[in-house]
């Protein structure tokens, strides 16, 4: 039942995640929001997963109590939608609060699944998450004729999260972060942090321009919508394949994953009209986040006492701030040398990585 609960609740969580970012650009179109409106507000989300955190450092736990108050103000922001969709102010401040639900919900969820499955069964819990996060795709975009519609999936498979992630809660540790025998740093780790930001912040032209860059060197735009597609297939495959790797050293793992990461970028900058080149690149995705993003959060499980928060941080400086960071940057840096950019970020980030010291949590 556990692992039902855990699959379940990762399946709706980026069920919601498809909703926002994929549909909801395109409800706040139809509605009027000029361009630089849509991009402030799915900028705020980001930029509050990565502030929040420094909440928690000191005076807040993320404990029980703080998590379903997180629960209950994630449906109340799923209902405001309803209500401040047309005054872009009030749907600003709606989704500064998201913002924060987002920032205590899933890292609080990761903790139990590492501390519940292990890693070996990890990845066969999350890969439901991209399961969900394809299903939206697929089905709401043939049923997705007016605005309510994406405000009525979004609070459906809210109130879902909810109901699965309360029956998750027993199986929290009460307290299990107070007893940590020194504080949480930042700086210890300094080198993992900053490479961390530059791995997600090469992310940047490809969640955010990948569609447009493939389309203008030729590429249809339904091909495209296959090679989005495959990508996560290589990605759910990684999932549910990837506990051997974790029997070797983490950190080699994640630079491994890393330095795939840029050769997917380079083949990206030299071949963008070849779609054989384009779908070897697409099943890097498997390495470059299935494999990467598991490894990431089994070694801060491993390396940090507060593992909640450690997790808080991880989504904070990596989807958070580097999300955020690389979008912009992306959008500055757009043209023919996008991805050799994405390559060189992906490089500093290997570089950073491999100041660590080696992985003494094998």
Not at 132 to 161: D, N, R, W
Request: aromatic letters at 20%; charged letters at 10%; glycine letters at 6%.
């Amino acid at each position: 039942m556990l692992f039902f609960n855990l699959s379940a609740f990762y399946f709706f969580y980026f069920a919601a995640v498809a909703v926002y970012i994929i549909f909801m650009p395109k409800v706040l179109h139809d509605i009027g929001y000029t361009p630089s409106q849509i991009g402030v507000v799915f900028a705020l989300a980001p930029l509050m997963r990565f502030a929040t955190p420094f909440l928690f450092l000191k005076h807040i736990k993320l404990n029980a109590t703080i998590f379903k108050s997180s629960l209950l103000l994630s449906i109340l922001s799923a209902i405001g939608f309803y209500f401040t969709l047309n005054n872009f102010y009030a749907f600003t401040l709606n989704n500064a609060l998201l913002g924060i639900c987002l920032s205590l919900i899933l890292p609080y969820i990761e903790v139990i699944a590492l501390k519940e499955l292990g890693k070996d069964r990890y990845g066969k819990s999350r890969l439901y998450g991209s399961i969900g996060f394809m299903f939206i795709a697929l089905v709401l975009a043939k049923f997705l004729s007016e605005p309510q519609i994406a405000l009525h999936y979004y609070l459906c498979v809210t109130i879902l999260i909810v109901i699965f992630s309360l029956l998750l809660l027993k199986h929290d540790v009460p307290h299990e972060d107070t007893i940590s025998s020194k504080p949480f740093s930042v700086l210890e780790y300094w080198p993992f942090w900053l490479s961390l930001f530059f791995m997600q912040m090469s992310f940047g032209g490809f969640y955010n321009f990948f569609t447009i860059y493939e389309t203008e060197n030729g590429i249809s735009l339904e091909m495209t919508s296959y090679l989005w597609s495959f990508g996560v297939i290589c990605e759910i495959v990684m999932f549910y394949f990837q506990a051997p790797f974790f029997k070797n050293n983490l950190l080699s793992i994640i630079k491994i994953s890393i330095f795939v990461t840029a050769i997917r970028w380079f083949l990206l900058y030299l071949f963008p009209d070849n779609l054989y080149i384009t779908f070897f690149a697409q099943s890097i995705h498997a390495f470059s986040f299935g494999l990467y993003h598991s490894a990431v959060i089994i070694y801060l499980y491993k390396i940090y006492e507060n593992k909640k928060l450690a997790q808080q941080f991880m989504y904070g400086v990596a989807y958070g701030l580097g999300g955020f960071v690389g979008a912009l940057v992306a959008g500055w840096l757009y043209g023919e040398n996008l991805f050799l950019y994405s390559a060189l970020f992906a490089l500093a980030s290997l570089l950073f990585v491999s100041i660590m010291k080696e992985d003494v949590s094998k």
